[in-house]
């Protein structure tokens, strides 16, 4: 019954987050960058220890406001529910220019792949970080799946960002790799008019 109780709550603030971002000026939710859809093409895990980031290049300053992605879970009742970001000025280090641990909104029904899991495409608000033109790196770990299973951020179709892997072992040891970059939006509005 608890359990219940707590799933409505989290589909009505889903609801009301979705609500602010299709209430909020057009203007600010422009995509400030486009690294291309789920490719159904490979994944990376980003929970119980395991961290991918992806390099995002801004052509000048604006203020990021919130990302979509896609993450694969087991099943079609499974969505990914929260996760941790962080915006950084070097692949899993550097600058840390905004972080936060967050809840998701499903933006569309769930699919399956080629790998037996289902495809979410999920978003979630960034409290407005102004950033200059340059390149960044979302780092996204920590998902929170409805049942609290593994889940993996689905690889892009065309992305050109530089992407990287890390895995931690049981031993708490990892190892960092450069990946395939994986799907993903960075959304918000131009600090001045783009050049044309």
Known sequence: M?????????ALSGLLVLAAFCTSPAVAQQTLYDNGPDGD???????FGAVVTNSFSLSSGATVSGATLTIYA?????????????????????????????????????YP???????????????????????????????VTFWDTYSFWAQSSGGSSNAYYEAIGQNGA??????????????????SEQPR
């Open 2 to 10: 608890f359990r219940d109780r707590s799933a409505t709550v989290f």
């Open 113 to 143: 792949t080629r790998f037996q899991f289902f495809a979410w495409k999920v978003g979630f608000a960034i409290p407005n970080l102004v950033l200059p033109a340059g390149t960044y790196y979302l780092q996204i770990q920590n998902v």
């Open 74 to 110: 087991v099943d079609d009742g499974n969505p990914p529910e929260r996760l941790r970001w962080s915006i950084t000025t070097e692949p899993l280090g550097g600058r840390v220019l905004g972080q936060g641990f967050v809840h998701l909104t499903v933006l569309e029904d769930p």
């Open 174 to 191: 990892g190892g960092v790799s450069e990946v395939p970059s994986e799907s993903f939006q960075i959304n918000g509005q131009w600090s």
């Open 41 to 47: 093409v490979g994944y990376y895990d980003v929970n």
